[in-house]
C-alpha cells in the first residue's frame, strides 16, 4: 500500500504524534490545514520534544516538495512558552510565597498587638484609655506599636500615652523614672 493513497485525515485524529507526522505524507485536499493541524499536535509538548518533532515534520515535508510551506507555518507558529519549570519562575514563585508568609506574620503580630493594646487600655484606664485606639489603629509599625504597649504597663496617667502619641521619640517621665532606677 502506498501511503500517499491514505486520507491525511485519519493520521491527524491520532493520539500518537508519530501518526500525525506522517500525515504530511498522506493524501489531503487542504495541504496548507494539515500542515497547521499537525504543527498543533505539538503544542502539549515539552520544549524539547517540540524542536524534535517540529525537525522530523520538516524533513518529513521535503519528501512531498512541501518544505517551503512548511517552514513558513514553522516560522509563523506562536511561540508558547512553559514558564511553570523556569528557573527564574520557581524562584520568583518561591519568593512570593516567602514574602506572603512574613507578611501574614506580621499582619497577625499586628493584629494580636492591637487586640492586647485595646485590652490594656480597657483594664487599666476604661474608656478614657479606648480613646486612643483611634490613633494606635494608625500606627504604621509594630515596633512602635510594642513600645506603646510596653509604655501602657509602665504608665501612671493616660495623659503620658497621649504624650507618646503625639512624638513617640521622647520618652515619658515614667520610663526616664524606670531607666535612672536600673
Do not use: W
Not at 504524534?17 to 493524501?27: A, E, F, G, H, T
Not at 499536535?41 to 515534520?57: A, F, I, R, T, V
Request: aromatic residues 4%; charged residues 35%.
Amino acid at each position: 500500500m502506498d501511503i500517499r493513497e491514505i486520507n491525511s485525515t485519519e493520521l491527524l485524529e491520532s493520539d500518537d504524534p508519530i501518526d500525525r507526522l506522517l500525515s504530511i505524507l498522506c493524501m489531503t485536499e487542504d495541504t496548507d490545514g494539515t500542515i497547521k493541524e499537525i504543527i498543533a499536535g505539538s503544542y502539549p509538548m515539552s520544549s524539547n520534544e517540540q524542536d524534535s518533532y517540529l525537525m522530523k515534520l520538516l524533513i518529513l515535508s521535503r519528501l512531498r516538495g512541501l518544505a517551503d510551506k512548511t517552514e513558513k507555518e514553522v516560522k509563523n507558529m506562536p511561540v508558547l512558552i512553559d514558564v511553570t519549570n523556569d528557573k527564574l519562575y520557581l524562584e520568583g514563585k518561591l519568593e512570593g510565597k516567602l514574602e506572603g508568609k512574613l507578611e501574614g506574620k506580621l499582619e497577625g503580630k499586628y493584629e494580636g498587638l492591637l487586640e492586647g493594646i485595646e485590652g490594656m487600655l480597657d483594664i487599666k484606664y476604661g474608656a478614657d484609655g479606648l480613646t486612643l485606639m483611634v490613633f494606635v489603629k494608625e500606627m504604621a509599625s509594630v515596633e512602635k506599636m510594642a513600645r506603646f504597649k510596653e509604655l501602657i504597663r509602665k504608665s501612671k496617667t493616660v495623659d503620658e500615652l497621649k504624650e507618646f502619641l503625639k512624638n513617640p521619640h521622647v520618652l515619658t517621665d515614667t520610663t526616664n523614672h524606670e531607666s535612672n532606677r536600673n
